[in-house]
Every structure is written in structure tokens, then in C-alpha cells.
């Protein structure tokens, strides 16, 4: 009997270096070659004119299927996801597709016979940093993919409730992101930032109003705290809510800028007082798992997304008055503090397991390629879900 096989579409590609579904799609890709499958992940690769459009390289056991185009920005990436399916269509392969963005595209490869799993990422359409016409064309892909997918993933039971007024909730597995866990890290980065262990709270996110940047740092900045607030992510002093979110700031404040590389990041998150999270909009968020394998107590807008992701035994707020509290509580309450750092870890061992999240979306691939499904271990409540669609 032949190997299962699976491509994976929707990524910049792998080896991972852009962001949650590329850290994602390396893993599946490479615990399913582990498990004997044949894998294929494509990946987009940036010319100023197109050589060879599509050309293979074997990375650790994955064919990495390079699909060169000679855009940038938003017509790259439809450029690139059209010549993925194109090349799909053609192979006997389970197609997982991350994220929705180009779902106007889906139909091709469904009418080519191959089986599609896509997993449905957040609600898109929904973020206030895109116009109105970009608004519609992801409301209208998100449709799309709902309608033309065999299966969908959701991140989150928010996702899959949302998705179920598209389609039956049969047809939605809930696999959220996966995790490891930090119990050490050096505190080099933190000393180059000049701060202290336990005497910061950290921020890790795009600057955008949905992630409540804005709020956070006049919060913290209302009062002199005698302690720090460290927000990561890319300023552009032209962006007005970049500017906004710079002039609002105390002394206390401190903007290294984007940090990349994972280990600054693990360390300057497991030595926080506590991890600050203001997404607004979206499912199960990478960064707000990490920080609850790397045990920090949070600090997190209160909406359905963040109190199942982090727990109820965590710090919430709805506004800036409830946000400058819960600051307070965080430095000034250690009982508090420590509860909500063993609250963490067990959420996250419990719930964000990488194992887990890889086993489940390969009993997904298995049944929908038509293999025997073998369930390799119990999967947390989300991963029991139906699989008839």
C-alpha cells in the first residue's frame, strides 16, 4: 500500500522563519515524515523574473516545492498560492490548507478530484486595520473556504461556533496551536535591555489597535511604577498609531524593537513578572500559548478568545481603569501571582501539547485521504470531535 501523502499550502514556507503557521506547518511536516508519510510543503520564493517556476528540494525528509514569482506584497501571495494548486491538482495528495486568504482559488483544486482540509485561522475580516474592500474580500474567501473545504480546522471553540453558521458543526475539528515548554533561560537579553528578573511586565505583538497596544502602554504609563513594561514588536514612526502608542509612553517603557531570534524571546517572556496579552480578535494566539508553556502569569483583554486560551485563574481586564488594577495586582500580590504561574503551566501542558495538536491533525489527514485511522494516544475534549462531515 502506498504512504499517505499530504501537501501543505498557505505558508511562506518552511524552514520556518516568518511566523505562527510556518513554526506550525514545519512540525506537522516533519513528525508525518517521522510517521512514514510523503510530504510536500510549498514554498514562495521571491525573483525579480521568474526562472524556474517550480522546482523541488529534499529538507530533512520533506520536499520542499519552491514556486517562484516575480511580485511582492498581496499579488505575490495570490500569484503564489494559484501556482500551488495548479502544481497540487496534479498529485494523488491530501491537501492541508493554512488560512483562507486566497480560497477563491479552492475550487480548482476540488474540481481536480483532491480532498482539502483547511484550517480556517482567524476571523480575518474582522480586524480594523483592513479597509472595508479588503474586509470583504476576506469575508468572502472565509465563505468560500467553509463552503468548498471537506473539512475545516478551527483554533479555538469560538472559531468552530463562528464556522458553524457556514456549515454543520460536524464538519469542523477544534485543533488549537501547540507549545513547548521553558522552565530555564539565561538572562543576557535582559540584561542588555537593562532589566531584572521578575521587575517587568512583557508584551509580544504586531502594533495594531485589535491587539490593544495603545491602551496597555497608557495604562501602565498612568503612574510611576518602579518597574518596567517591555513592548516587542515593529515600529513605524509614519503610522499614526505607531506614533500614538510612542508619545503615550513613560520613561518606564521600553521598545527594543522586533525580536526574532526564539531563545531572546523564551528568556525575556519566562523572566516576566507577567505576560501582557490585548488581542481583541482571533483564535487560539501562538505568542499567548508560548507564554503559558513558559509559565508567566497574564495579563489579558477579557473575550472569549483569551479566557479559554488562558484559563480562568488569570488577570482580565476590559478597559484601561480595569488594566491599570490588574497591573497593580500582578506587582503587588506574589500569592496571586505564583497561583496564576502554576495555573499556567497546567493549562498548557493540558490543553497546547505539540503531540496532541500533531496527532490530531494527522488522524484528520488519514481519514480524509481514506487510511485507517490509528489513534496514537487520548486527545484532550477538543480533539474528540466527529469526524463526519
Given at each position: 500500500m502506498n504512504s499517505p501523502s499530504v501537501l501543505i499550502l498557505g505558508t511562506r514556507g518552511i524552514p520556518a522563519s516568518h511566523g505562527g503557521f510556518e513554526t506550525f506547518a514545519e512540525r506537522l511536516a516533519l513528525h508525518l515524515v517521522e510517521r512514514g508519510w510523503d510530504v510536500g510543503v510549498y514554498c514562495q520564493r521571491e525573483v525579480k523574473t521568474v526562472g524556474t517556476r517550480i522546482s523541488h528540494e529534499t529538507w530533512k525528509g520533506v520536499d520542499l516545492i519552491h514556486v517562484e514569482v516575480a511580485h511582492t506584497?498581496?499579488?505575490?501571495?495570490?500569484?503564489?498560492?494559484?501556482?500551488?494548486?495548479?502544481?497540487?491538482?496534479?498529485?494523488?495528495?491530501?491537501?492541508?490548507?493554512?488560512?483562507?486568504?486566497?480560497?477563491?482559488?479552492?475550487?480548482?483544486?476540488?474540481?481536480?478530484?483532491?480532498?482539502?482540509?483547511?484550517?480556517?485561522?482567524?476571523?480575518?475580516?474582522?480586524?480594523?486595520?483592513?479597509?472595508?474592500?479588503?474586509?470583504?474580500?476576506?469575508?468572502?474567501?472565509?465563505?468560500?473556504?467553509a463552503r468548498v473545504s471537506h473539512r475545516l480546522v478551527a483554533d479555538h471553540p469560538a472559531i468552530a461556533d463562528h464556522l458553524a453558521t457556514r456549515r454543520s458543526r460536524q464538519a469542523t475539528a477544534?485543533?488549537?496551536?501547540?507549545?513547548?515548554?521553558?522552565?530555564?533561560?539565561?538572562?543576557?537579553?535582559?540584561e542588555a535591555l537593562?532589566?531584572?528578573?521578575?521587575?517587568?511586565?512583557?508584551?509580544?505583538?504586531?502594533?495594531?489597535?485589535?491587539?490593544?497596544?495603545?491602551?496597555?502602554?497608557?495604562a501602565f504609563s498612568r503612574?510611576?511604577?518602579?518597574?518596567?513594561?517591555?513592548?516587542?514588536?515593529t515600529f513605524d514612526r509614519a503610522k499614526p498609531y505607531h506614533q500614538a502608542v510612542l508619545a503615550a509612553a513613560s520613561e518606564e517603557v521600553v521598545f527594543p524593537g522586533a525580536i526574532y531570534e526564539s531563545e531572546r524571546v523564551q528568556a525575556l517572556r519566562f523572566h516576566a513578572r507577567a505576560y501582557v496579552h490585548g488581542h481583541t480578535v482571533g483564535g487560539t494566539n501562538p505568542s499567548l500559548v508560548e507564554a503559558l508553556w513558559?509559565?508567566?502569569?497574564?495579563?489579558?483583554?477579557?473575550?472569549?478568545?483569551?479566557?479559554?486560551?488562558a484559563g480562568e485563574t488569570q488577570f482580565f481586564f476590559e478597559n484601561a481603569d480595569e488594566l491599570d488594577q490588574r497591573i497593580g495586582r500582578v506587582f503587588g500580590e506574589q500569592s496571586s501571582v505564583a497561583q496564576a504561574r502554576l495555573a499556567a503551566r497546567a493549562r498548557a501542558k493540558a490543553e497546547f501539547d505539540w503531540t496532541d495538536v500533531l496527532t490530531a491533525y494527522e488522524t484528520e489527514l488519514l481519514a480524509?485521504?481514506?487510511?485507517?485511522?490509528?489513534?496514537?494516544?487520548?486527545?484532550?475534549?477538543?480533539?474528540r470531535a466527529s469526524r463526519t462531515a
Amino acid at each position: 500500500m502506498n504512504s499517505p501523502s499530504v501537501l501543505i499550502l498557505g505558508t511562506r514556507g518552511i524552514p520556518a522563519s516568518h511566523g505562527g503557521f510556518e513554526t506550525f506547518a514545519e512540525r506537522l511536516a516533519l513528525h508525518l515524515v517521522e510517521r512514514g508519510w510523503d510530504v510536500g510543503v510549498y514554498c514562495q520564493r521571491e525573483v525579480k523574473t521568474v526562472g524556474t517556476r517550480i522546482s523541488h528540494e529534499t529538507w530533512k525528509g520533506v520536499d520542499l516545492i519552491h514556486v517562484e514569482v516575480a511580485h511582492t506584497g498581496p499579488v505575490a501571495t495570490l500569484e503564489f498560492d494559484w501556482h500551488c494548486i495548479r502544481d497540487a491538482v496534479r498529485w494523488d495528495s491530501v491537501c492541508l490548507v493554512l488560512g483562507y486568504n486566497s480560497a477563491v482559488l479552492l475550487p480548482y483544486l476540488r474540481l481536480g478530484g483532491r480532498k482539502i482540509i483547511t484550517n480556517m485561522d482567524g476571523l480575518e475580516w474582522r480586524r480594523s486595520k483592513w479597509s472595508r474592500p479588503v474586509r470583504g474580500w476576506f469575508y468572502a474567501n472565509e465563505w468560500i473556504a467553509a463552503r468548498v473545504s471537506h473539512r475545516l480546522v478551527a483554533d479555538h471553540p469560538a472559531i468552530a461556533d463562528h464556522l458553524a453558521t457556514r456549515r454543520s458543526r460536524q464538519a469542523t475539528a477544534v485543533i488549537p496551536y501547540g507549545g513547548i515548554e521553558v522552565t530555564q533561560a539565561g538572562t543576557a537579553p535582559l540584561e542588555a535591555l537593562g532589566l531584572q528578573p521578575d521587575d517587568y511586565l512583557i508584551s509580544v505583538a504586531r502594533i495594531e489597535p485589535e491587539n490593544s497596544i495603545l491602551p496597555i502602554v497608557q495604562a501602565f504609563s498612568r503612574r510611576r511604577r518602579g518597574h518596567k513594561l517591555v513592548v516587542l514588536g515593529t515600529f513605524d514612526r509614519a503610522k499614526p498609531y505607531h506614533q500614538a502608542v510612542l508619545a503615550a509612553a513613560s520613561e518606564e517603557v521600553v521598545f527594543p524593537g522586533a525580536i526574532y531570534e526564539s531563545e531572546r524571546v523564551q528568556a525575556l517572556r519566562f523572566h516576566a513578572r507577567a505576560y501582557v496579552h490585548g488581542h481583541t480578535v482571533g483564535g487560539t494566539n501562538p505568542s499567548l500559548v508560548e507564554a503559558l508553556w513558559a509559565g508567566n502569569a497574564v495579563i489579558a483583554h477579557d473575550n472569549v478568545f483569551n479566557r479559554w486560551t488562558a484559563g480562568e485563574t488569570q488577570f482580565f481586564f476590559e478597559n484601561a481603569d480595569e488594566l491599570d488594577q490588574r497591573i497593580g495586582r500582578v506587582f503587588g500580590e506574589q500569592s496571586s501571582v505564583a497561583q496564576a504561574r502554576l495555573a499556567a503551566r497546567a493549562r498548557a501542558k493540558a490543553e497546547f501539547d505539540w503531540t496532541d495538536v500533531l496527532t490530531a491533525y494527522e488522524t484528520e489527514l488519514l481519514a480524509l485521504g481514506g487510511h485507517a485511522v490509528t489513534q496514537l494516544r487520548p486527545l484532550p475534549a477538543w480533539g474528540r470531535a466527529s469526524r463526519t462531515a
